[in-house]
């Protein structure tokens, strides 16, 4: 196995259907409306972390929904 690979020609799963597809099969997509300063900061937060802002507002969310305890 090497040490580092090159993923500068990759594509994104939205440039291959078949990959598309399937990631869909897991995700909903949802509107919300959110602030405009929420949006903003998360944004240039994304910028920095490299990812897409969409990207962080889901693992926020995942972190935040792990560490809560429902009552059912």
């Known amino acids: 196995m090497r ?3 090159d993923f500068s020609q990759a ?3 939205k440039e291959i259907p ?3 597809k399937l990631q869909m099969q897991f995700k909903t997509e949802v509107q919300i409306e959110l602030d405009n300063d929420v949006i903003e900061t998360l944004k240039k937060q ?3 972390k490299g990812i897409d ?3 962080l507002i889901n ?3 995942r972190s935040f ?3 809560i305890k429902v009552n059912i």
């Open 11 to 13: 594509k994104s799963v």
């Open 59 to 61: 693992q926020i969310l």
């Open 53 to 55: 802002y969409q990207i």
């Open 18 to 20: 078949h990959l598309q």
């Open 46 to 48: 994304a910028d920095l």
């Open 3 to 5: 040490k580092e690979y």
């Open 65 to 67: 929904t792990q560490n």
